[in-house]
């Protein structure tokens, strides 16, 4: 099985308070992310725009597709879902083919 990236991006609710958010996102990455079988790591990033990417390494695809499916009842990744702006939102999974 390959390595897979989960590559994420999406933009706050306009009224979001940036702190909160920033907050939140830590959280997830803290508390939900890591407990998931497969797991490897997670990084957040943001632009000058306020456009937001999330990139998390799995052991495979299906590591992946098991995090999502639980992610969206989660308690602790409630309230980023909520200051998440979902018509923004879009997520693509690659297949590592190289990695030096």
């Known amino acids: 099985m390959a390595r897979t990236v989960e590559v994420i991006h999406f ?24 407990r998931q ?3 490897i790591d997670r990084e957040s990033a943001r632009n000058d725009n306020g456009d937001w990417v999330v990139i998390v390494h799995w ?10 499916d639980l992610f969206t009842n989660d308690p602790t990744a409630k309230r980023f ?13 690659y297949d590592v083919v190289f990695d030096s």
């Open 11 to 34: 933009r706050p609710v306009p009224d979001a308070d940036p702190e909160e958010f920033m907050r939140e996102d830590q959280r997830v990455g803290r508390e939900y992310t890591p």
């Open 37 to 39: 079988p497969g797991f």
């Open 59 to 68: 052991d495979d695809a299906a590591s992946a597709e098991a995090s999502m």
């Open 81 to 93: 879902i909520e200051l998440m702006d979902s018509s923004t939102f879009s997520m693509i999974r």
